[in-house]
């Protein structure tokens, strides 16, 4: 490391900051005496030109970055890994509500600005974890311009570092345990691991050839970079993939309206959503089957004898199934682009997390199904009323 001596004390003991800058190539290490050292640095895959630098406070937990224009401060959990905390998941409405209370607290009601206050302030405390999903993400991307920057530097702020892993990857782990795979833990779910909001391999360390605790500390801090680089782009993303999920969304409406009118299908109209539901679980559930050492007639028995019982004891999929049938069931639902999302993340959100904030028909639809799948979130779609959930789970958890 330079001019560093080594010493027998912890290799982040004695470090004040690391600072990462792109456009000049350059990481810089700053020793509580003052003393420097200066290593190259490549700007790392994921890292758009939109960030410059970041420099990283190890013993305040905190990260700068300067990108576009801005300057953003951004308190980190670096000092514990495993979700120990209340954890509270909001929808993209309610951050963006949560970002106009940051900005201004008298643009929201007083009785939404009482919870967004107490949930500040708890995850400013590190009393509570709000974990950002690949929902946010997708969902930010689409926006430009100052409410985005605003938006974003909410989200970098309040979440800490903490995401809910990709929901792909979860139902393939929930998938792996309805076959004697381990069940999924809150710290399975919501964690600080680089990149766990994306369904990807965790790429090569950032710094290989320096201290493997210094070399993570920075892969950790090239993430929380990507991420803030996804996020605070002031230009709109076009919505890749836009095309598919309105195609999905759209496949129900033919069996839906053909069930009202269709004595055998009404009579059989969970086999029929069960079947629908199976159908979108595409290769990972035949994969996890395989993977468990299953035959496939083994695994036709499973499905015609224990799919459905099975499935109901399972967190996160039991949700969606149940949810997915209500919907298919109800002739006159409409089915939309954005409900693929709400569908995944807020089932999964409700599946492991403390407490829900999310949009009504979803939220109404997860009440609704709560007593045919194991225990979850407690669940709004109004901040105002989750106010005494929030204040409940904070007590519990952590009393005065």
């Known amino acids: 490391m330079g001019d560093f001596e080594s010493s027998g004390a912890h290799p982040l003991s004695r470090i004040l900051a690391i600072k990462l800058a792109y456009d000049a190539g350059i990481v810089t290490f700053v020793r509580d005496d003052l003393m420097v050292a200066t290593a190259p ?37 670096t000092g514990q890994d495993r979700c120990e905390l209340p954890t509270v998941y909001l929808d993209q409405r309610d951050w963006i509500d949560f970002a106009r209370w940051a900005k201004d607290p008298q643009t929201v009601t007083p009785a939404k600005r009482e919870f967004f206050e107490l949930l500040a302030s708890s995850a400013n405390e590190e009393r509570v974890v709000i974990p950002l999903s690949g929902a946010h993400l997708k969902e930010t991307s689409k926006r430009g311009g100052a409410s985005r920057v605003q938006l974003a530097a909410t989200m970098l702020r309040y979440s800490r570092g903490w995401q809910m892993r990709s929901v ?119 994969g996890a089957a395989k993977e468990a050492g299953l035959s496939s007639e083994e695994f036709g028995t499973w499905l015609s004898d224990r799919s459905e019982e099975d499935l109901a004891l399972t967190p996160g999929l039991g949700r969606m199934r149940e949810v997915l049938h209500l919907r298919i069931a109800n002739a006159t639902e409409k089915w939309e682009a954005n409900d693929l999302n709400d569908f995944l993340h807020l089932s999964y959100a409700a599946a492991y997390c403390d407490l829900v904030l999310g949009e009504k028909k979803t939220i109404n639809y997860l009440r609704r199904v709560n007593p045919k799948v194991p225990a979850g979130a407690k669940l709004h779609y109004r901040a105002e009323d989750a106010l005494i959930d929030l204040k409940r789970l904070l007590e519990v958890v952590l009393p005065d």
């Open 168 to 286: 792909l990857a979860l139902r393939r782990a929930e998938l792996r345990a309805l076959f004697g795979g381990a069940p999924l833990t809150i710290s399975d779910v919501v964690t600080l691991a680089p990149r766990a909001v994306f369904d990807m391999e965790r790429p090569e360390p950032a710094a290989p050839d320096l201290d493997p605790e210094i070399s993570d500390l920075i892969e950790r801090q090239v993430w929380a970079t990507v991420l803030t680089d996804l996020l605070i782009d002031p230009d709109p993303m076009p919505d890749e993939g836009k095309e598919v999920v309105e195609k999905w969304s759209q496949s129900f409406l033919p069996l839906a309206t053909a069930i009202p009118g269709n004595g055998k299908a009404k009579a059989r109209i969970r086999d029929l959503t069960r079947t629908r539901f199976i159908s979108d679980l595409g290769t990972d559930l035949p």
């Open 41 to 77: 640095l490549s700007r790392p895959q994921g890292v758009g030109a939109t960030v410059a630098s970041s420099t990283l406070f190890p013993q305040q937990s905190r990260m700068e970055f300067v990108a576009s224009d801005h300057t953003l401060s951004v308190k980190l959990s």
